[in-house]
C-alpha cells in the first residue's frame, strides 16, 4: 500500500460555493464528470462527493492542494457502476513516479454530507 486519502464535504456548503462561483465547475471537473453530474435532479450531490474523492486521491498520494489541477484527477464509473480513479497530466505522473499501479475507491453521500475514501496501492 503506498497511501490512504478520506475527505468529507458539506453539500449543503458546496452547493452554496457552486451557486456563488458560476465556473468553478469547469475548473473542478471534467466534461464527462460534468455530464454524469447533470444528469442528477441535484447535481451537487454527484459534485461534491467527486470533490471529496479528488481531495482524497490528492492525500493518497501525500500532495497538497494546488499539486495538482482537479481536473487531472477523473472520477468516473466502470460497467459495474463502481467508482473509479483516471489520472491525467502531472497527477499522472506524480502517482507513477511513488509507483501506484491499483486505486480502490468508495464514495458515499447522504442530502448533507459527501465522502470519499481512497487506498493507493
Given at each position: 500500500m503506498i497511501g490512504i486519502?478520506?475527505?468529507?464535504v458539506d453539500v449543503q456548503r458546496f452547493r452554496e460555493v457552486l451557486q456563488r462561483r458560476?465556473?468553478?465547475s469547469a475548473r473542478l471537473f471534467?466534461?464527462?464528470?460534468?455530464?454524469?453530474c447533470h444528469a442528477a435532479v441535484d447535481p451537487?450531490?454527484?459534485?461534491a462527493v467527486r470533490f471529496a474523492a479528488k481531495e482524497a486521491v490528492m492525500k493518497a498520494l501525500g500532495i497538497g492542494l494546488g499539486s495538482v489541477r482537479f481536473r487531472e484527477i477523473e472520477i468516473t464509473k466502470d460497467s459495474l457502476g463502481r467508482p473509479n480513479v483516471t489520472l491525467h497530466g502531472t497527477a499522472a505522473q506524480m502517482a507513477a513516479n511513488t509507483g501506484v499501479r491499483q486505486w480502490h475507491l468508495s464514495l458515499s453521500h447522504t442530502g448533507s454530507v459527501a465522502e470519499a475514501f481512497v487506498v493507493a496501492e
Open positions: 486519502g478520506i475527505d468529507l458560476e465556473k468553478i471534467t466534461e464527462n464528470e460534468l455530464a454524469y451537487s450531490e454527484r459534485m
